[in-house]
């Protein structure tokens, strides 16, 4: 704790304003999250597929 509080009151105000940004967005760390999961389990596709699939 005390090495965050350090960091914390030499950090520039804009990097704290960028890490409560992250902080607040909960809902899209779940879905990365999930999405990991999914990933694991049901595997990925090559970027060449992928293009392939948006073209």
Same mark, same amino acid.
């Given at each position: ?9 030499? *950090? ?12 607040? +967005? /909960?809902?899209?760390?779940?879905? #990365?999250? *999930? ?12 970027? +060449? /597929?992928?293009?392939?699939?948006? #073209?």
């Amino acid at each position: 704790m005390q090495l965050i509080q350090k960091h914390l009151n030499i *950090a520039p105000n804009s990097t704290l304003e960028k890490v409560l940004e992250l902080l607040e +967005d /909960e809902e899209d760390i779940r879905d #990365a999250r *999930a999405e990991i999961v999914d990933a694991k389990i049901n595997g990925t596709i090559s970027w +060449d /597929e992928y293009k392939k699939e948006t #073209a």
